[in-house]
């Protein structure tokens, strides 16, 4: 299926932006860290205020040998409130709690959940598995202190984008394989789930749809450290940079798993959707047509992504409601 129109426009209204530009913007590939991190940041901008909800705070919170900044959410209404821990996408490299300010926003007032947004530290500054064990910490964290965040300990779930739904799916195995804490559901938005970078929709979408394969050879290169050299396959295996290669995938908490048909990282959020399948974890995964990478974010702009955050929200609102 051809590009929705809605990203046509929008492609060439970034098209146009970039042909204006002086000095000429490169490609984020061409870019450095700081440059991409502030081209990420202007895209949101763009997108404007997000939904008002009844609370927004920032915190920092202890991890070991240091702090991880959370912006904690809060819907209107009485507590307690299910929790979503959730970790922003951009490649490891360029995401910030103010890049997806307006979609967390969004998923706290719609699915009328705490959300607590982390900002984990970045690559190539802290390559792998820095982001990982951050991501891990404020899950425990947040476990431990839900009651305190008007939250309900019983009732918690993960969640991301891209490089965020890399780490959604990565704690979600942690956990389990730790006994706790329990899940109620992993929120997986195209996640990232294989870093070896062989399935089909790579190529087939190599260039052209806001993300390419040269971007990810990008990100890759900057989140793997030195020492692990991005084509020692042991390293790829890990289960912490590919989760869709676990020893196994039985118990974990279920999965609502959407990725886009015109995204390099089409193939491996659905092949990730297969493996939770076939170890009996309960599943809804949809492919969205005409879309992008990113097309959640710029669910402002899309009438599918809009529709593409409502069922995100319904699907935290079942997982997360009172049993």
Not at 110 to 124: E, F, I, K
Not at 212 to 236: C, G, I
Not at 285 to 302: R, Y
């Amino acid at each position: 299926m051809p590009a929705h129109p809605q990203v046509l426009a929008f492609l060439e209204m970034q098209a146009a932006a970039l042909a204006e530009a002086d000095p000429p913007i490169p490609p984020i590939s061409e870019q450095s860290p700081e440059m991409a991190r502030a081209g990420y940041r202007a895209l949101a901008e763009l997108l404007g205020p997000g939904e008002t909800v009844a609370a927004v705070e920032d915190r920092r919170i202890p991890r070991p040998a240091g702090e991880i900044p959370i912006r904690i959410y809060t819907p209107e209404g009485e507590g307690p409130f299910g929790v979503l821990v959730y970790y922003h996408g951009g490649g490891w490299v360029i995401g910030s709690l103010d890049t997806h300010d307006h979609l967390c926003r969004a998923f706290c007032k719609g699915a009328g959940c705490v959300v607590v947004s982390v900002d984990y530290r970045l690559a190539p500054e802290h390559p792998f598995p820095a982001a990982v064990d951050d991501a891990w910490s404020a899950l425990q964290w947040v476990a431990d202190h839900a009651a305190e965040l008007g939250g309900d300990p019983q009732h918690l779930a993960v969640g991301g984008d891209s490089a965020g739904g890399n780490l959604a799916a990565v704690v979600a195995l942690i956990a389990r394989d730790a006994g706790a804490p329990e899940l109620a559901l992993q929120l997986l938005i195209y996640p990232a789930t294989d870093m070896r970078m062989e399935h089909a929709s790579i190529e087939e979408n190599a260039e052209g749809w806001v993300l390419t394969k040269e971007h990810m050879l990008w990100f890759r290169a900057h989140y793997l450290s030195s020492q692990n050299d991005p084509a020692h396959f042991r390293v790829l295996t890990d289960f912490r940079l590919s989760p869709l290669l676990a020893h196994s995938h039985a118990g974990l908490a279920p999965a609502w798993i959407a990725t886009a048909e015109l995204d390099p990282l089409r193939d491996e959020g659905m092949a990730y959707a297969e493996a939770l399948r076939a170890s009996e974890v309960p599943v809804e995964a949809t492919c969205w047509e005409g879309m992008i990478h990113v097309f959640f974010q710029l669910h402002p702009l899309l009438d599918d992504g809009r529709r593409a955050v409502a069922d995100g929200c319904a699907a935290l609102e079942r997982a997360l409601a009172p049993r």
